[in-house]
């Protein structure tokens, strides 16, 4: 059975730091795995993905030169280091796995989810 679990969520102030992990099963971990982020009401976002064969990573606009991804394909955990945290920031948190690649950062296109892990920041 495929699980992904995520944990390091919590809270924050602006301007400060948090890493999120996301633990993957034997079976779950895949080429193509990503972070993606809810609020309430919206649409859920890419954050950011990464290529495990070769370290290839991209980025949502809102998170370039804060956010940075990572995996230990050994342990087969997906880091999220995310820094300078925002406000706007705040939302639950999701890892993701087994896309096809062709759009990194669209939801549609992963096979498997954790459940969440929520990050909260405030001003």
């Known amino acids: 059975q495929v699980q992904l679990v995520e944990s390091g969520g919590g809270s924050a102030q602006a301007g400060g730091s948090l890493r999120l992990s996301c633990v993957v099963s034997r079976y779950g971990y895949a080429r193509y795995m990503a972070w993606f982020r809810q609020s309430p009401g919206k649409e859920r976002e890419g954050v950011a993905a990464?290529?495990?064969?070769?370290?290839?990573?991209w980025y949502a606009d809102s998170v370039k030169g804060r956010f940075t991804i990572s995996r230990d394909n050994a342990k087969s955990i997906l880091y999220l280091q995310m820094n300078s945290l925002k406000p706007e920031d705040t939302a639950m948190y999701y890892c993701?796995?087994?896309?096809?690649?062709?759009?990194?950062?669209?939801?549609?296109?992963?096979?498997?989810w954790g459940r969440g892990t929520q990050v909260t920041v405030s001003s």
């Open positions: 990464v290529d495990t064969t070769n370290s290839t990573t």
């Open positions: 993701a796995s087994n896309s096809d690649g062709r759009y990194p950062l669209l939801a549609r296109g992963y096979a498997f």
